[in-house]
């Protein structure tokens, strides 16, 4: 089926109609393996067609892992042990640590929150929207608050994923560790919704994507699974998102909280590959390797193509620009450049650490432009600071 003629052949506002259907098809027959696709499909259907995160009322999400308990207490595991140590001494207090007297203007010209050149204006206006200096400041800031919102709500998804792999991971110098990330995301949940509450003043509802990959992490019984999700998916796409809005803000309260979020989420993302480096390489069989190899695949496709920012098209756009245009305007701006470019820098080394950059799937990413990254360092060679220090030099330039 060509979708894209399908909706040629529709008239323009039916079109629009079907669109977002038309979408979530093409996201789900995207999908090349049939596991990966049986395992995906319940939450793509809960998000993007049911659209569960947008309700306005509470979700529940069935979640079914086994509990591991070990009462022998064993010292399992020494570099989770020394990274449990280096989380205790890390822990921060945001009410102490970051400057909530600072007055934020998302408006204010003189401290951007984006950069001018984030949003692709340009393309804008080749599709007839011509937009006066403040309406321009205003598309920065709903992005800005666009961005800001899904990071909250990753970072709720982040704190009860967190709970959940504390609860079955076989490691019991992992549950030490884990309960250490329990809190940083909690931490997490506290200053970006802080920061949207009373600084900027807006919160957006959860990008149905973003649902989706939350969705599926909860419910999936295997922890290997939930930890490839959260601890290397997620958290790389978050190590992305924080960078390249670390890199671009000039606010300083928002930079200052961005650092020390990205010291904690260097730690999680090293766990996830501790955890996972042993058990892909030597516990599981090749079939189930296979599988993870794939999912790790079409996730990271999930990640790179889908967050386009509807929810701000909707709001200000949905009357003259259609969603394709929409589309193109997104995938075009320097800040989502940016952000890709930041995020597969840090994701796709540790794909290749825990065994799942084989030659088999080498030339799915290659195809997908991703090539360039296989030789890149990956977690548990670079440190919390070093990770810092290179973002600092703006040494990870968009291409
Ligand atoms: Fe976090
Ligand atoms: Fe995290």
Avoid at 21 to 46: I, K, N, T
Avoid at 261 to 272: C, P, S
Wanted: aromatic share 10%.
């Amino acid at each position: 089926m060509n979708t894209a003629k399908i909706l040629e052949l529709l008239p323009a506002k039916a079109r629009e109609a079907v669109d977002p259907y038309f979408e979530a098809a093409e996201v789900l027959s995207s999908v090349r393996d049939s596991r990966v696709l049986r395992s995906l499909a319940p939450s793509g259907v809960r998000g993007m067609l049911l659209h569960r995160g947008k309700q306005g009322v509470p979700t529940t999400v069935k979640a079914s892992h086994d509990v591991y308990f070990d009462w022998s207490y064993p010292a399992d595991h020494p570099e989770m042990r020394e990274l449990y140590t280096r989380a205790k001494q890390g822990q921060w207090d945001s009410d102490t640590w970051l400057d909530w007297s600072i007055d934020v203007d998302p408006m204010n010209p003189e401290v951007q929150l984006l950069p001018d050149d984030f949003m692709n204006f340009g393309k804008l206006e080749e599709f007839g929207v011509h937009l006066s200096r403040d309406e321009r400041r205003t598309g920065k800031a709903s992005m800005a608050a666009w961005m800001l919102s899904q990071f909250l709500h990753g970072e709720q998804g982040a704190l009860f994923a967190a709970a959940q792999v504390t609860e079955a991971v076989p490691f019991f110098d992992g549950k030490l560790y884990g309960a250490t990330q329990v809190m940083d995301e909690a931490r997490h949940v506290e200053v970006f919704h802080r920061y949207l509450d009373t600084k900027i003043e807006k919160l957006y509802q959860v990008n149905d994507n973003l649902f989706v990959i939350i969705d599926a992490l909860m419910a999936d019984s295997r922890w290997d699974m939930k930890f490839l999700g959260m601890q290397i998916m997620v958290e790389g796409l978050a190590l992305g998102a924080f960078g390249t809005l670390y890199q671009m803000t000039n606010e300083p309260l928002l930079k200052e909280l961005l650092k020390n979020v990205i010291r904690d989420e260097a730690r999680h993302v090293h766990y996830g590959v501790l955890a996972l480096r042993e058990h892909i390489t030597k516990n599981i069989t090749e079939t189930e390797r296979r599988e993870r190899e794939d999912w790790a695949f079409e996730v990271s496709l999930l990640m790179r193509n889908r967050f386009l920012a509807y929810e701000v098209y909707e709001e200000y756009y949905a009357d003259t620009l259609s969603r394709a245009q929409w589309r193109e305007v997104v995938n075009s701006s320097k800040g989502l450049e940016h952000f890709r470019h930041t995020m597969f820098r840090r994701l796709v080394p540790n794909l290749r650490e825990i065994g799942l950059l084989t030659d088999r799937i080498k030339p799915h990413y290659a195809k997908a432009g991703l090539m360039k990254y296989f030789g890149e360092a990956a977690a548990p060679d670079l440190t919390e600071e070093s990770m810092l220090r290179e973002l600092d030099a703006g040494a990870i330039a968009a291409e």
